[in-house]
Nanobody, 126 residues
Framework: QLQLVESGGGLVQSGGSLRLSCAAS????????IGWFRQAPGKEREGVSC???????YYAEDVKGRFTISRDNAKNTVYLQMNSLKPEDTAVYYC????????????????????WGQGTQVTVSS
């Protein structure tokens, strides 16, 4: 069974950077669409970014230009590089995998993911 493990969260000052990792336990990883989501206290979970097996990427407007999603298939890992962090980026960040053949994200709000990680906390202080 596919398992996802996020890491890389922490406490950072406004303007700082963090790189989140989402590691998977399956070797067909390179075909999967992977998404990053976040949930702030008292708010609904929201999509942040996604990356397809062909490398195409999508971002929410408020992170575009600051966050970069990428994948290293040799390491079964997807990254979310977060630069110029703001206090409003504070949230628990989750990665998720779409493992159904042919299903891809065409925008950052794609919600068909069936496997989720446990989340990693990102806190940005002002």
């Amino acid at each position: 069974q596919l398992q996802l493990v996020e890491s890389g969260g922490g406490l950072v000052q406004s303007g700082g950077s963090l790189r989140l990792s989402c590691a998977a336990s399956r070797f067909t990883w390179e075909y999967y669409t992977i998404g990053w989501f976040r949930q702030a206290p008292g708010k609904e979970r929201e999509g942040v970014s996604c990356i397809n097996g062909d490398g195409s990427t999508y971002y929410a407007e408020d992170v575009k230009g600051r966050f970069t999603i990428s994948r290293d298939n040799a390491k079964n890992t997807v990254y979310l590089q977060m630069n110029s962090l703001k206090p409003e980026d504070t949230a628990v960040y989750y990665c998720a995998a779409e493992t159904r053949w042919g299903r891809v994200c065409r925008n950052y709000q794609y919600s068909g993911y069936g496997t989720w990680g446990q989340g990693t906390q990102v806190t940005v202080s002002s």
